[in-house]
């Protein structure tokens, strides 16, 4: 062979690679790869290392680990444990990364920094990383060259598909920090919809989870941590809860919990224990529904409130927001304007308080449960004895939850 030959061989060599693939093979192969991490940070690292929802077969459970040492460096028992400190601080000073007290830029542009400096901190590795595997490859291949499995991915790119390899390999390794640090992180705690008023600013992102495995569903998440289907709605699809259902079918996981979904008697009239275990196992449930009932209650008080002096117009469309919201998580402002608002109405005013009440019913954890379906009964009582529609017919459909 000439030396002009080898050198249109090696030249061949970095511009197609071993493959010699089209544009189009490479976008795809790109995006499948790129999907396959999204799955294996899904399912593995976060539903079944982070909450311990699912328990995965010993083959699919290294195939991820294995995996996400490949396309991300990082490691297990680094990422659940910053994770489950997420949800045990969720929007303080001491969250990771949450974008109600850092700022969504910050959260958005620089999750990836964010992450790598809180998987710096002992005490949360200590604290919150408990159960992550610690068998022998975890500590002597995966936790301690976290760098060589990305580094192999970069040759194997470039062996594949020559030069434009590296462009393939970039794009895996910012898929992460983009779609899951700074997407969910960020975005998924500032805007979107949301389904369950928890007790933090968890959104969902959107309703079809595709692109980043279900995880565009974080309100939901958010409100049942445990559970490891991440869509509650009909109208929600989360395709990593597909997987595993393929997954579990195949018998190479099985799945521990799930949200629960709410049952009802319709003829059911008396309220019993059994309607208070459901109403406190549904609760979230419960106060989604309530706050459907508050929205129609604001929407007939409205036009008299439009009439009424001292009622400020523009914080009337502001005002169905404010009532919708869990009231733990207003600000001084936003419970200002409402309490303005509530001094017109003592219709609004009246489900607003009982909104509270009922919350506080299974928050007292002290209560036997005798006195807790006491005061179940004596609340729904009082609603039905209020004179408001609305409050009314959600009392009656509280009495049918079994």
């Known amino acids: 062979m000439t030396f002009n030959a080898i050198i249109d061989v090696i030249l061949n060599f970095l511009s197609n690679g071993l493959l010699n693939a089209t544009g189009w093979q490479i976008f795809f192969f790109t995006l499948a790869v790129t999907h396959i991490t999204i799955a294996a940070v899904t399912i593995y690292l976060h539903r079944c290392q982070a909450h311990r929802a699912l328990d995965l077969h010993p083959i699919p459970a290294h195939f ?4 996400l040492w490949l396309t991300t460096g990082m490691v297990t028992r680094e990422w659940a444990a910053i994770h489950r400190k997420h949800h045990a601080r ?10 109600v007290t850092r700022g969504i830029k910050k959260v958005l ?5 964010l992450y790598r400096a809180e ?3 002992k005490e949360t590795i200590q604290k919150f990383g408990h159960g992550a595997p610690d068998d022998w490859i975890e500590r002597n291949l995966y ?3 976290s760098a060589l499995g990305v580094s192999i991915m970069l040759v194997v790119d470039l062996l594949l598909f020559g030069m434009i390899g590296l462009t393939v390999w970039a794009v895996q390794m910012l898929w992460i ?3 899951a640090a700074g997407i969910i992180n960020g975005i998924g705690h500032y805007w979107g919809y949301r389904n369950y008023e928890c007790n933090d600013a968890a959104t969902n992102v959107f309703p079809i989870g595709i692109l980043i495995g279900g995880e565009e569903l974080h309100n939901n998440h958010h409100t049942f941590g445990s559970s490891a289907k991440l869509s509650n709605k009909w109208y929600e699809f989360d395709i990593g809860w597909m997987y595993i259902r393929m997954l579990e079918m195949a018998g190479l996981a099985k799945v521990k919990k799930v949200a629960p979904e709410p049952k009802f008697n319709p003829a059911k009239q008396n309220v019993d224990l059994d309607t208070l275990q459901s109403v406190i196992s549904n609760r979230y449930d419960v106060m989604a529904k309530y706050a459907k009932s508050l929205k129609r209650t604001w929407h007939e008080e409205v036009e008299q409130l439009k009439n009424k002096a001292g009622v400020e117009h523009h914080h009337l469309k502001a005002s169905k927001k404010l009532l919708k919201r869990e009231p733990t998580m207003l600000a001084a402002p936003q419970k200002q304007q409402l309490s303005e608002l509530l001094a017109h109405s003592k219709a609004l005013q009246t489900m607003h308080d009982m909104r509270i009440e009922l919350a506080a019913i299974w928050e007292r954890s002290h209560f036997s449960r005798d006195q807790l379906l ?3 009964q004596d609340w729904c009582a009082r609603a039905e004895a209020s004179g408001i529609r609305a ?6 459909r509280l009495r049918s939850y079994t």
């Open 177 to 179: 920090p983009i779609t």
């Open 90 to 99: 969720c929007e303080t000073e001491d969250d990771p990364h949450s974008p």
């Open 143 to 145: 936790q301690k060259y």
């Open 119 to 121: 998987a710096k901190n």
């Open 374 to 376: 006491h005061l179940l």
């Open 64 to 67: 991820f680990r294995f995996w």
């Open 391 to 396: 409050l009314q017919e959600f009392s009656f």
């Open 109 to 113: 542009l620089e999750g990836a920094e």
